[in-house]
Structures are given as C-alpha cells and as structure tokens.
C-alpha cells in the first residue's frame, strides 16, 4: 500500500462541443433530451396528440348527446317507395352517414388511382 501515489492523475481531456452531443430528434430539429425545437417552443409528442384527440372527442360525443336529446321525436321516413317510423336524430345521422360515404368512396378511387401512377411513373424512372 505504501507503493501506491495518494491520488491519481486524470488525463486532460479536450473541452466538449455541446452541440456534437445533441440527438436530433425525428423531424432532424432541435433536441429530443431538451423537448424544445429550435425556435424554443416545446415539441408535440403521440402523446400530446393522444390527449387532444381524446379532449376532442369528448367534445363531440357532448355534443352528439345534446343532438340526441334536442331531437328524440318520431320522424316518418320515405325512400324509394319504403316508408317508417324513426326517431329524428337516427334519421338525420344515417342521413349524414350516407353524405359522408358519398364523399369518401369518390375520394379513396382517386387516392388508389394516383398511388398506382405514382408507382409506374416510379417504376419507369428506374428502368431507364
């Protein structure tokens, strides 16, 4: 024991860049130990837009109750020859729900169909 030095010397070591030491995070700005991007605003996380999502859909489940409520009368119904008795508010929501499918059916083709240009067009530019 008396061989050994009371202390022991640390070699010196070069003086760190603290940016070389940032992880960028996945957009490649700012930094994900820090939580803050490069114009000092905090970033948004899955979860944050978990917890929006949730606030806005509690929302509009709120709302849809209020719709139920306000409109629980019986509402008489005619399509194409076929008639019945249906409150109001299942009658305005199918009625929404078809919009919705009418609008979104056209809209998926088109997407489907762009895709499928994109690959050929993709597949083209490689070949040559």
């Known amino acids: 024991m008396a061989d050994q030095p009371a202390h022991r010397e640390v070699p010196p070591q070069e003086p760190r860049d603290p940016a070389a030491s940032r992880v960028p995070d996945a957009e490649g700005v ?3 130990s820090s939580g803050f991007d490069r114009k000092g605003r905090v970033r948004r996380t899955r979860t944050s837009g978990i917890w929006i999502g949730l606030i ?3 929302i509009f489940l709120a709302l849809l109750i209020v719709f139920i409520a306000q409109n629980s009368s019986e509402a008489t119904v005619h399509f194409l020859g076929w008639s019945g008795q249906f409150p109001l508010w299942l009658a305005i929501l199918f009625a929404a729900l078809a919009g919705m499918l009418l609008v979104a059916v056209p809209g998926t083709v088109r997407i489907f169909q762009l ?7 993709a597949s083209r530019t490689t070949d040559r």
Do not use: C, M, Q
């Not at 895709?115 to 067009?121: D, F, M, P, V």
């Open 115 to 121: 895709r499928r240009s994109l690959r050929r067009n």
């Open 30 to 32: 700012g930094d994900v």
């Open 56 to 58: 806005i859909g509690a």
